[in-house]
């Protein structure tokens, strides 16, 4: 994620903007820069590409003077890594500071409009057309907060943005659209603090509020306000977070579980920020330490992996197929270390394991070892033990998954995945730049619609309290959504108690069509990915058998609605993508179901995050 810092206090603001960059630096950038208000009015602007140490050595030990300012690094995503494509962004007069994390998914027609209206763009950066937005809306005469109101009426996507004006020079401004980044407010005395998460704020203060969807604030020394999206004012009260980071890091959240699920738009941007350059479209894997000659002499791919982490290997088993053009297969990483599988220096084994020391996997990944076979694990824990089994990592950049049960790191590992076989269809010739350009798109479009799944959290709820007390549950899908089935089941499990199987719904008539009855609930996925149809006909047979079924669909899809006793929408996007938006409601319910079954959430019992013994 980029992180965001900003202050407005009595204090020299630029230490303490470094500081608070210093404290986000865990969560990885390619560039940084800082942006402070003197008290002439003076902005002093300083930003670079590379890591914070680059950017303080540049001011070589003398700070910018001024006690307001706003700080920022950066992941590319619009722009590759540069000097000039770090933020803060500017307006055409360098009166505005902008620093953003998210995408501005209409900044190419924004930067159209804007240029007719003789601004001048000087970066390759989306986040750009917001600084020449407020800028404008400040000369049609809008208060700071209006101007950036009015800006992100105009932007599409998600988006945390932070601004001030050298016009203005006591205040800061802030808004929250969507999922896509956090805002978080610290109160202190005689000063306040804005950053993108808590741990930035933390030494400073415990005080602290999170911005929601859609509110903007405003920063001065002495005073905070809010306002809705139309404008109206509202009050938010602080509270105080807990002294232990962890404790802390759960935030207004009941539960890990729940914090996890929601953050998981924020995740998926962060997977594939930095990696994924979308004018021209490219897939830059920069940790990945694999030459290209080893990639396209790979025949065969097999994929190991453990639970959830399976569950995002089967889905990534069709992308090495689709995108990469290979044959691909996967296995429990506990079977495939005992049935002496046929793999060697023609077999890419791609292992998926969030935190890295899943004991079997390991031992399967020392199989392939000792076979010869070049290795690619996903993994979420720098250092952990798979990343120096295999000759390659693919990070997903979550933070840490602190519930046992898995939710964000499954939708990063599919991303991972979907990179990893973009990056060898590209290496192999299987994908050109158009197509790349095809698989790549959709992806800025993502964080918004998961974050769109994810406000549809109350129907869920709602279904929650209707299925509560059921004590089996049958989840039906075909092809890429199989695995989604299978991970609905396993959250339902491990989360409630409740058994719960998934199976590839073609498998119905050869034997779990016998368990259907008004008993077992069946959660049937039919969205538009090909196998709607399928799909259809597998609902119309539980129904015709007194079955009870959820059916999970597409936005507006009412003749599927039809044939269901409950429906879950999702938003379109292209059917590879398609699971990472079904998995939400499936991940929800299982929660919801079971804080009403009284079940301890975060620790459900006889689990282990990671089970490092057989
Ligand atoms: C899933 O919710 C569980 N936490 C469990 O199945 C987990 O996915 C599995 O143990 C694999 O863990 P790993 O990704 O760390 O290897």
């Known amino acids: 994620m980029c992180g965001i810092i900003g202050y407005a206090g009595t204090r020299q603001a630029s230490p303490l903007l470094v500081e608070?960059?210093?404290?986000?630096?865990?969560?990885?950038?390619d560039s940084a820069g800082i942006a402070v208000l003197d008290s002439d009015g003076q902005l002093h602007v300083k930003k670079q590409q590379g890591k914070l140490a680059k950017l303080t050595a540049s001011l070589e030990g003398v700070h910018p003077p001024g006690t307001i300012g706003l700080a920022h690094t950066r992941w590319a995503t619009h722009g590759k890594p540069s000097d000039e494509n770090a933020h803060p962004q500017q307006d055409c007069s360098q009166e505005v500071a902008v620093v953003h994390n998210g995408i501005v998914e209409n900044y190419l027609d924004l930067g159209q409009e804007l240029m007719a209206q003789g601004h001048g763009l000087t970066s390759e950066t989306d986040t750009e057309v917001i600084a020449h937005l407020i800028e404008a809306n400040l000369q049609n005469g809008?208060?700071?907060?209006?101007a950036l109101r009015h800006a992100i009426q105009r932007i599409e996507g998600s988006h945390a943005i932070v601004a001030l004006t050298k016009n203005d020079p006591d205040r800061l401004v802030a808004a929250r659209v969507g999922n896509a980044g956090g805002v978080v407010i610290g109160y202190g005395e005689n000063e306040h603090f804005i950053a993108s998460d808590?741990?930035?704020?933390?030494?400073?203060?415990?005080?602290?509020?999170?911005?929601?969807d859609g509110e903007l604030v405003e920063l001065?020394?002495?005073s905070v306000r809010y306002w809705d999206a139309a404008g109206e004012p509202i009050d938010k009260e602080p509270q105080t977070v807990p002294l232990d980071p962890v404790a802390a890091a759960k935030g207004t959240y009941k539960h890990f579980m729940l914090k996890e699920i929601v953050e998981q738009p924020e995740c998926v941007l962060d997977t594939f920020r930095g990696r994924v350059l979308f004018d021209p479209p490219s897939v830059q894997l920069e940790d990945l330490d694999m030459s290209a000659d080893t990639l396209r002499n790979i025949e065969r791919v097999v994929l190991i992996a453990m639970g959830t982490s399976l569950h995002a290997a089967m889905v990534g088993r069709r992308y090495f197929e689709e995108l990469a053009g290979l044959p691909a297969e996967v296995d429990y990483a506990s079977e495939f270390r005992y049935r002496s599988a046929i793999v060697g220096p023609e077999t890419l084994v791609v292992s998926v394991a969030q935190s890295g020391e899943t004991v079997d996997t390991l031992e399967a990944m020392q199989e392939a070892q000792r076979a010869g076979s070049p290795q690619i694990t996903i993994c979420n824990t720098p250092g952990a033990q798979s990343t120096r089994v295999a000759d390659a990592t693919v990070y997903?950049?979550?933070?840490p998954e602190i519930s046992v049960a898995s939710s964000k790191t499954l939708t990063a590992s599919m991303i991972a995945l979907y990179l990893l076989a973009c990056h060898i269809g590209r290496v192999r010739g299987r994908l050109d730049e158009t197509q790349l350009a095809e698989l790549t798109g959709p992806l800025a479009h993502l964080p918004d619609l998961m974050g769109r799944v994810l406000h549809g959290a109350p129907a869920i709820e709602e279904l929650a309290h209707q299925f509560q007390s059921y004590h089996h549950f049958l989840f039906l899908a075909r092809g890429l959504q199989y695995p989604v089935a299978m991970e609905g089941a396993l959250k339902l499990k491990e989360l409630s108690y409740i058994h719960a199987e998934g199976y590839p719904a073609g498998e119905m008539k050869h034997g779990p069509i016998a368990l259907i009855d008004e008993q077992m609930p069946t959660i049937a996925i039919a969205v538009r990915d090909g196998m709607r149809e399928k799909m259809r006909s597998n609902i119309e047979q539980v129904r015709a058998r007194d079955g009870t079924v959820i059916a999970l669909i597409n936005e507006g899809d009412t003749e599927m609605a039809q044939k269901a006793d409950h429906v879950i929408e999702v938003p379109e996007t292209t059917p590879l993508l398609l699971p990472l938006l079904t998995?939400?409601?499936l991940q929800l319910l299982a929660y919801y179901i079971a804080v009403l079954r009284g079940c301890d959430v975060d620790q459900p019992r006889n689990l282990a995050k990671t089970v490092t013994v057989e």
């Open 20 to 29: 608070g960059l210093q404290r986000l630096e865990y969560r990885g950038y």
């Open 220 to 222: 001065t020394r002495e």
């Open 583 to 585: 998995v939400l409601p």
């Open 396 to 399: 997903t950049r979550c933070g």
């Open 142 to 146: 809008d208060e700071l907060h209006e």
């Open 198 to 212: 808590l741990p930035a704020l933390l030494p400073e203060t415990h005080r602290v509020v999170f911005l929601d």
